[in-house]
């Protein structure tokens, strides 16, 4: 593996399925859960695993739900609540403290800002990385027409979640989706690394079909479970966990223009902070800039 230490692997028994993690750091040390995105794995926490474990954190980084070697649930739920209660699982079953902190990119961005948002939320600090909280999303100081642009240039970048609507098409076409996305999402980066990870978390036909399940119960009717409907009612909420938003410059997935109303909608405590030479990828492609802004944050 390139540029960072080894990690251990961990299994967690959780009442509705078994997570796989990837591990760095002491075990006594404080809690720090890092939860990847689409398309990606536990494994573009190479390079900040290795860092938060060298400031004394237990550092792990599950593969989510659907994503090998964790399991798909017997639920079939991939609602957001869903994903909530795995990380409040894994806190809990891994003995997690006040100390522990979240981290996210992409959906797990969209996990960790849900989980902000959550008035019982056990993390004393989150960082979310490349999708604002969702009251930033809809926030904005701009004139009609330039929101206008703003949304069909989104637009254009953001097709590929109608696709992936598509039942068994979709999932069939990831081979040549998938590579295509981290080529447009971070112009310049060579990420053949990081697709040998992604595709060995994406096996089979079913994990494939776990994995877009993420974007399909989004606009579904389908309620969630009844055990993740609490957790599911505030993830469309602002943060009042102190949080860190980074973004890259060059995000060709989520435009570097919603960034700006993030500030106001984080509670205080909070930072943002603009990755230059950062794609949608930005944990990878300049772990250097990324780390030290993270740890900079949590021990501030």
Not at 5 to 13: A, N, V
Not at 36 to 62: I, K, N, Q, T
């Amino acid at each position: 593996m390139t540029g960072a230490s080894s990690p251990s692997t961990l299994r967690i028994e959780l009442p509705e399925l078994t997570i796989a993690a990837l591990t760095w750091g002491p075990a006594d040390g404080p809690l720090a859960i890092l939860l990847h995105g689409y398309p990606d794995s536990a494994w573009s926490w190479r390079y900040l695993g290795p860092a938060l474990a060298g400031e004394g954190y237990r550092v792990v980084a599950p593969f989510t739900r659907g994503y090998a070697p964790t399991d798909i649930p017997s639920d079939r739920d991939f609602n957001i609540g869903a994903l909530m209660h795995d990380v409040l699982g894994v806190h809990r079953e891994l003995g997690g403290g006040k100390d522990a902190v979240l981290i996210g990119h992409d959906w797990g961005a969209v996990t960790a800002n849900a989980l902000a948002a959550y008035e019982n939320s056990p993390f004393r600090s989150v960082v979310s990385m490349s999708v604002p909280p969702v009251p930033a999303m809809t926030k904005s100081d701009l004139s009609t027409w330039s929101r206008l642009r703003l949304s069909r240039r989104q637009a254009r970048n953001s097709w590929y979640i109608m696709f992936n609507q598509l039942p068994l098409i979709s999932e069939r076409s990831l081979g040549r989706l998938i590579p295509w996305l981290w080529s447009d999402w971070s112009p310049g980066y060579d990420a053949t690394e990081d697709l040998e990870y992604v595709f060995a978390s994406l096996p089979t036909l079913e994990n494939r079909w776990a994995a877009l399940r993420y974007y399909r119960s989004v606009p579904s009717p389908r309620r969630p479970k009844a055990r993740y409907r609490e957790l599911q009612r505030v993830w469309r909420g602002a943060p009042i966990v102190p949080t860190l938003y980074l973004h890259g410059a060059d995000d060709g997935c989520m435009q570097v223009e919603y960034v700006a109303p993030v500030r106001e909608v984080l509670p205080q405590g909070s930072r943002v902070h603009i990755i230059d030479k950062a794609g949608h990828f930005l944990q990878v492609e300049q772990p250097t800039a990324v780390n030290e802004n993270i740890i900079a944050f949590l021990t501030d």
